[in-house]
């Protein structure tokens, strides 16, 4: 938290009283919104896009997310390894992304009606099943 303010990693044993002010509004802040998503984390679920059709599209909402990680794609690194278990939890959002170039950022999908099915009509529903966040406050020992 204190890189991210600009402040001293030691600023609660050797800051001011200024440095001490600003950590404890922003540990507020972290604590209100933190609160907010552990309470009421349904309000904060993907909400996509719906289709002419009335079905729903993921696509807008999946593009957008891959477009995020691809801004800091280093510190995604560890999730996009193939031997990392927990690379499946992003399935789901990146079988509908497409790259700079326009192919599918997974590859090619196996072709057949079972995967045109699976991803139009049920791969976007892995991504609204997760788990409560835990709650994280931060203290602020002033």
């Given at each position: 938290?204190?890189?991210?303010?600009?402040?001293?990693?030691?600023?609660?044993?050797?800051?001011?009283?200024?440095?001490?002010?600003?950590?404890?509004?922003v540990a507020k802040i972290h604590n209100r919104i933190n609160e907010t998503l552990f309470d009421m984390p349904q309000d904060y679920a993907p909400r996509f896009a719906t289709k002419p059709s009335g079905g729903i599209d993921p696509r807008p909402w999946c593009q957008g997310f891959y477009a995020a990680m691809n801004l800091k794609i280093k510190s995604w690194k560890r999730l996009l390894d193939l031997d990392n278990p927990n690379h499946g939890l992003l399935l789901p959002i990146l079988i509908y992304c497409v790259d700079k170039k326009g192919m599918p950022v997974l590859g090619k999908p196996r072709p057949g009606p079972e995967t045109a099915h699976f991803i139009e009509h049920e791969a976007y529903?892995?991504?609204?099943?997760?788990?409560?966040?835990?709650?994280?406050?931060?203290?602020?020992?002033?």
């Open positions: 938290m204190c890189a991210v303010m600009g402040l001293p990693r030691d600023v609660l044993a050797k800051g001011s009283a200024t440095d001490h002010a600003a950590f404890a509004s529903k892995d991504m609204a099943s997760s788990p409560r966040p835990p709650r994280t406050p931060l203290r602020h020992p002033l």
